[in-house]
């Protein structure tokens, strides 16, 4: 079993930037493939960034991609999502992820286990 806690949300203006944390318990952290979705009001959870268990692969949603940066450190058990110039349309409750068995993690379909959510707020 895995747990997941995120923390880092808040309120930032546009352009602006945000670094997200998820601290995981549970012996399977280091090998299980870590993401990020986020849902906005009214619309559906969506892919954000994936990283592998190593780290050695990552991958990002078009909207993010060259803003946002996603890492681990698994002697600490935590992944963080870096988000830089940061837009009113970002604004969305951001949810960390985990699955075992797959190499990065890019479908809600496949996430085995979620942590409770984090609220991003961007003012325009």
């Known amino acids: 079993q895995v747990q997941l806690v995120e923390s880092g949300g808040g309120l930032v203006q546009a352009g602006g930037s945000l670094r997200l944390s998820c601290a995981a318990s549970g012996r399977t952290f280091s090998s299980s493939a870590m993401g990020w979705f986020r849902q906005a009001p009214g619309k559906e959870r969506e892919f954000v960034a994936t990283?592998?268990?190593?780290?050695?692969?990552?991958v990002y949603a078009d909207s993010v991609k060259g803003r946002f940066t996603i890492s681990r450190d698994n002697a600490k058990n935590t992944v963080y999502l870096q988000m830089n110039s940061l837009k009113p349309e970002d604004t969305a409750v951001y949810y960390c992820?985990?699955?075992?068995?797959?190499?990065?993690?890019?479908?809600?379909?496949?996430?085995?286990?979620w942590g409770q959510g984090t609220q991003v707020t961007v003012s325009s």
């Open positions: 990283i592998s268990w190593s780290g050695d692969s990552t």
């Open positions: 992820a985990a699955a075992r068995l797959v190499v990065v993690l890019t479908t809600t379909q496949r996430v085995e286990y």
